[in-house]
């Protein structure tokens, strides 16, 4: 099956353009973009200004300007761009003095305000009647160490409580760590079962190591419990209505982007497999995704960007929960609000970002607002795109199964404290126009 897959892939990316040849001949380009040259400055020292609340070694591990290496305006510019992808900055500067052939780094920060309130607030389905709503807390560098710790809670259509926690270095050889536990009383509309309820009470929590500046490989460890209070078959995979098992899974990921908001240059690399059911478990699934990105400018300008992802399931019987759609975490442009569900999915997305007003700062008095609401980072972009995307049942043939696809344009406005809103109209393979209105990159 997988060879008339790969064999019909190839096919199709001769005659469509956003396909596989482009992507790899964007991530090809990407990397040579990267070649640095040397420099006749070498760094002496790094001084930090601004971080009063962020510990220096948060700034200092994103660099690739050290103490006794080079220093060129690329190294400059690169270094701004990961310390902002932090998230923990309304805005960064690099300067620096020299005498002779040494050189004195200035990194100047001005902090975000970490601690928020979240309403949450929504419709369920896009339906008026399905109304949930409650409340978030986020601290985005607790202790300022870069660590998040976020709590929530729903009511309403659908409830939930949730904690997680999340801290990138918890030893001196950067190990990750990062937990979850959530309990959840949901009502789960499933395109071939329907709308009924379930309660699912989850714990995770993944262990990572992070290798220089790009490549993390990560391991996680969860125990889920879902509960259908109308147990029909097909809705779990044990027939009492209600599945426990472990799970257990692997990443690696090698990310060598400059924005992570909104990135126009770099690439991603990722990998991950996960097993679901361990033992004498009903459930008994493995998950593998991979999800490949390049980003190439060109000379200021443009942006040329390309993603090819896929997502597939082996093993035993699959309860709905454990389908891959598109709608919900992954939207096809122009049929953006439709749900397509099945047990394999691959697509591919192509974007032509084109600066109208490339990033930049408004200073405003602090007189009348706080310091960590003084700077403000804005742009503004026009992207033009194209997505294309196939998801079957294991029991479906891939050949036999349609493809979808839409292109179309937009405006993607770069606000401050890293949020994105993309305003876009995209027409389908069958020529109906679709308006949308999201929030973050689309890739």
């Known amino acids: 099956m997988y060879q008339g897959i790969l064999a019909e892939m190839r096919n199709i990316a001769m005659d469509r353009f956003w396909l596989a040849g482009f ?31 962020t510990k220096d070694y948060v700034i200092l591990r994103e660099m690739s300007i050290k103490v006794g290496g080079p220093l060129t305006a690329e190294l400059i510019d690169h270094d701004k761009n990961r310390i902002y992808g932090l998230g923990l900055f309304n805005r960064v500067d690099i300067d620096y003095t020299s005498e002779g052939n040494e050189a004195t780094v200035f990194v100047r920060v001005s902090e975000r305000w970490y601690i928020f309130p979240v309403p949450v607030i929504g419709f369920k389905y896009r339906d008026i009647k399905k109304l949930y709503y ?3 807390i986020i601290h985005q560098n607790f202790r300022g160490r870069n660590e998040k710790v976020v709590a929530s809670f729903a009511l309403g259509f659908d409830r939930w409580v949730s904690l997680s926690y999340q801290n990138p270095k918890i030893t001196a050889d950067d190990i990750f760590f990062a937990g979850k536990a959530s309990y959840s009383h949901v009502q ?26 790009y490549t993390t490989v990560l391991g996680s460890f969860g125990y889920d419990r879902w509960n259908i209070t109308d147990p029909l078959e097909g809705r779990t995979a044990s027939r009492t209505g209600t599945d426990e098992f472990f799970s257990i899974g692997f ?5 060598t982007r400059d924005v992570w908001e909104y990135a126009t240059k770099g690439e991603v690399l990722s990998l991950s497999v996960t097993k679901f059911g361990m033992g004498k478990s009903e459930v008994d699934l493995l998950r593998y995704k991979i999800d490949l ?63 109208v007003l490339t990033p ?19 742009g503004l972009y ?11 049942y294991r029991t479906e043939s891939f050949s036999h199964m349609p493809w979808r696809s839409g292109y179309g344009a937009g405006l ?20 109906r126009g679709d308006f949308v209105l999201d929030f973050g990159a689309s890739f």
């Open 23 to 53: 992507f790899f001949f964007c991530c090809s380009a990407a990397v040579a973009a990267q070649a640095l040259p040397d420099s006749a400055l070498v760094v002496n020292e790094i001084v930090l200004v601004g971080n009063e609340t």
């Open 251 to 255: 990443r690696y990921l090698h990310d």
């Open 382 to 392: 026009i992207g033009l795109f194209a997505d294309v995307g196939k998801i079957w």
């Open 134 to 136: 409650g409340l978030g």
């Open 188 to 213: 789960n509309l499933n395109v071939n079962q329907g709308l009924y309820n379930q309660r699912v009470s989850a714990l995770s929590t993944t262990l990572g190591k992070r290798f220089g500046l």
């Open 412 to 431: 993607h406005f770069l606000l401050p404290y890293s949020i994105v809103v993309r305003t876009e109209y995209a027409l389908n393979n069958k020529g």
């Open 293 to 355: 990105r390049g980003y190439r400018p060109f000379d200021g300008g443009p942006s040329f960007c390309a993603r090819a992802f896929g997502s597939f399931l082996g093993g035993g019987v699959a309860p709905p929960y454990l389908h891959t759609y598109f709608g919900y975490d992954e939207r096809l442009r122009g049929y953006f609000n439709t749900v397509f569900e099945g047990e394999h999915r691959v697509g591919s997305s192509v974007e032509v970002r084109i600066p």
């Open 360 to 378: 930049r700062y408004l200073q405003l008095s602090t007189a009348y607002l706080p310091p960590e609401f003084s700077v403000w980072r804005y």
